[in-house]
């Protein structure tokens, strides 16, 4: 992690039912937005939909099996977390922090395109908004974080995209996944 980069926290707490995210604000207190079952799949959904859309033959390429395409975003989507998980981008997070105001339950996600192809992510309750930047590769790590996350919960998050499945790297109940 470089300096100034932000490490965010991904748990399931089964006693509200929802998923956090987290990134931590001062060495005792983090900000802690919550997401349902419901936004989860919508977010995780459009997301895979654009990293599909991005893939897919461009306007005058030869026509593609739809099996050849999936194999090969599988194949991507696998690679870049490896990438990651190498890099030590990606791991076991540790166990949570307390909230440095209570926790805010996400209604609203904005999902944009950026300069140099990166995506914006939106999470936010009226005025309170946290915004992750993601990296194709990024992009990646995130939607699989989320998707184990989602299985430790037993949510079925199906999604319509036989490439994306996510890896089988467990992880302690209570500590989540951290990303940067």
């Known amino acids: ?3 100034g ?3 965010y926290h991904l748990r399931y707490w089964p006693e509200e039912d929802r998923v956090s995210l987290s ?3 001062d060495d005792g207190h983090e900000a802690r937005f919550m997401v349902t079952r419901r936004l989860v799949r919508g977010l995780i959904g459009l997301l895979a939909e654009i990293i ?3 893939a897919g033959p461009e306007k005058g390429d030869p026509p593609t099996s739809v099996e050849r ?3 090969c975003l599988r194949f991507a ?3 870049a977390v490896a990438r990651s998980r190498a890099g030590g981008r990606i791991g076991t997070g540790s166990p949570a922090k307390e909230p440095a105001a ?3 339950l996400i209604n609203r996600v904005d999902v944009r395109g950026r300069p140099g192809g990166e995506i914006s992510v939106q999470l936010s309750r009226d005025e309170q908004v946290l915004t992750l930047s993601f990296s194709q590769e990024a992009l990646h790590v995130f939607i699989d974080s989320v998707l184990r996350v989602a299985a430790h919960a037993q949510w079925d998050i199906t999604l319509g995209q036989r490439w994306l499945q996510p890896s089988a790297h467990p992880f302690a109940a209570g500590s989540g996944i951290v990303f940067h």
């Open 69 to 71: 395409v999936n194999e």
């Open 52 to 54: 599909a859309r991005r």
């Open 23 to 25: 990134v931590d604000v």
């Open 1 to 3: 992690m470089t300096a």
């Open 77 to 79: 989507h696998e690679a």
């Open 5 to 7: 980069e932000r490490q």
């Open 102 to 104: 209570p926790p805010i």
